[in-house]
């Protein structure tokens, strides 16, 4: 027989993409498909789920089909968080479109629960802080304004669930209805210390817990995924970051991963008990394996590779984002620019979801470079400001493992380590959250013993960038992010007067 593979979907906010992983961490084979973003109104972001489904299904097959299907030994699930799904628990099909994480809408309803004292309640139970991020305003804001989804919920047809919670269902042609510890942490609903649904937090938030999945471990017998006219045992299922720190083999306590999508995402392993956070950071689930929790202290950050596409889509200054990196090293620096990309507001450790961006430090000598840089240099500038926090909080890593589509881009891994002060280090698959899911599936189905065996076998380090920066020359740049921060928060104020 073959050597068997792992087939990984990994559902990304840009894109999906599926992949089939060799026991030794190769890929295989892999295939993708770019995900429409909808931006009906300002701050809104949204997914067609119908499109999601189909994605997912053409990129499966075609990965199954290029390995055989007979070689798939299991499958694990990761995917792009918070993002909710609204479907008919008779036909599977979409009842309205995903509301995105990064979707605004819901500023309101937490400005107003923030305003009631609600939010050292909702941190104590949930870890996390009342922001339009998470799932569960989302879900309130589609019971109240969406008719087909109130409707369904009447007659008792609606399924609501995060995007793992959707594919699962799916891909077992509505066997299962069940998402995981790591997922079910996002949704502002579930208590981390015990991983189950709150009372309390559902009636505040307005979402009958009834209307809730299952919550399950992100290893084991979770499932089975129709592929290619077969069953294939799902063995593992994570959100992406957090399958992103198990691919980097985050199993000590304070190691650190950083993940460079669409947003970037900062994940410090915390052990076996929930962390606390005092600056602004959130406490989460990492993975739970058979009933035992692994939690994270984690920096969430908005907007990272989706402030590249905007260089692209909207200003057309750069035809593809591999551009950056040239254009980047082609001036010595931004020429006093600096990009604050607050399009969807400010995450950890500001939460100010109304914020917007700024490009501050203009002058008639600044050029299409200059700004290409300010925006790549925003990326380190940002993580500085979570690993500051991270820091204050007790967790101060001496190298940062980061992945995701940007890291590809050499400059701007060494200009992380120049901004952090820390090393970088590469892995040579810097599709990290697939392979996190890769390991997860294999120690699910008895591949491998531990994670840290799965990691052992199947994760190699590239590249470690050393920082070459003095730590007056980090103050002083961190002095000028502040500056253009205060700019976006007092453009925050004036806004509000
Ligand atoms: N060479 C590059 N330099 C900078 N950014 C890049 C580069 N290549 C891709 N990106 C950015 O990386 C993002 C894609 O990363 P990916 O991990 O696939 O995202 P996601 O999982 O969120 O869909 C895009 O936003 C793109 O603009
Ligand atoms: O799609 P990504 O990789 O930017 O990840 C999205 C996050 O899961 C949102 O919390």
Request: charged share 20%; with cysteine; hydrophobic share 45%.
């Amino acid at each position: 027989m073959s050597d068997p593979h792992i087939l990984v979907i990994d559902e990304g906010t840009t894109s999906t993409r599926a992949a089939a992983f060799t026991l030794d961490g190769r890929i295989a084979a892999e295939a993708s498909k770019p995900l429409t973003q909808s931006y009906p109104k300002p701050g809104w972001v949204e997914h067609d789920a119908a499109e999601i489904w189909a994605n997912t299904i053409a990129c499966a097959e075609a990965v199954a089909a290029a390995v055989g299907v007979e070689t798939i030994a299991c499958a694990g699930i990761t995917n792009q968080r918070e993002t909710v799904v609204f479907w008919d628990s008779e036909t599977g099909e979409p009842l309205a479109p995903a509301i995105v994480w990064q979707d605004r809408r819901t500023s309101d309803i937490c400005a107003a629960l923030k305003a009631s004292g609600h939010e050292p309640e909702t941190q104590a139970v949930t870890g996390l802080l009342l922001d339009p991020y998470f799932s569960a305003t989302k879900i309130a804001w589609a019971l109240e304004h969406l008719a087909e989804v109130r409707t369904a919920a009447g007659q008792g047809r609606l399924r609501v669930g995060t995007v793992d919670c959707y594919l699962r269902y799916r891909l077992s042609g509505g066997q299962v209805f069940k998402t995981d510890a790591s997922n079910a942490a996002r949704t502002l609903l579930m208590r981390l210390h015990d991983v189950t649904w709150d009372a309390g937090q559902c009636a505040v938030l307005g979402v009958p817990e009834t209307l809730l999945p299952a919550i399950g471990d992100c290893a084991g017998t979770l499932g089975t995924a129709k592929i290619a006219g077969r069953r294939i045992p799902v063995t593992g299922a994570a959100g992406d970051q957090q399958a992103a720190a198990a691919g980097q083999g985050c199993f000590a306590p304070g190691s650190v991963k950083a993940t460079y999508g669409t947003g970037a995402f900062l994940i410090a392993n915390a052990g076996k008990t929930p962390p606390k956070s005092e600056h602004r950071l959130l406490s989460t689930m990492g993975w739970r394996l058979g009933g035992q929790a692994t939690y994270a202290l984690e920096g969430s950050i908005f907007v990272a590779g989706s402030a590249v596409q905007w260089l692209r889509d909207q200003l057309g200054l750069i035809g593809s984002a591999g551009e950056t990196e040239a254009l980047a090293a082609s001036v010595p620096d931004s020429g006093g620019a600096m990009f604050v990309p607050a399009f969807a507001g400010l995450g950890a450790p500001y939460w100010q979801p109304e914020a917007r961006g700024v490009i501050a430090g203009l002058s008639g000598g600044t050029g299409r470079a200059h700004i290409v840089r300010a925006c790549l240099e925003s990326m380190g500038n940002q993580t500085a400001d979570v690993l500051t926090a991270m820091a204050a909080d007790g967790v101060s890593p001496g190298v940062v493992k980061v992945d995701g589509g940007m890291v590809k881009n050499d400059w701007l891994c060494q200009d992380l380590a120049d901004a952090l002060g820390v090393e970088i280090e590469r892995p040579e698959i810097i599709e990290t959250t697939a392979m996190g899911a890769a390991m997860l599936a294999a120690v699910g189905a008895g591949l491998f013993g531990s994670l840290e065996d799965a990691e052992a076998a199947m994760r190699r380090v590239d590249r470690t960038f050393r920082p070459r920066t003095s730590g007056d020359e980090r103050e002083d740049r961190r002095a000028n992010w502040r500056r253009a921060v205060a700019q976006v928060q007092a453009g925050l104020a004036s806004a509000r007067s």
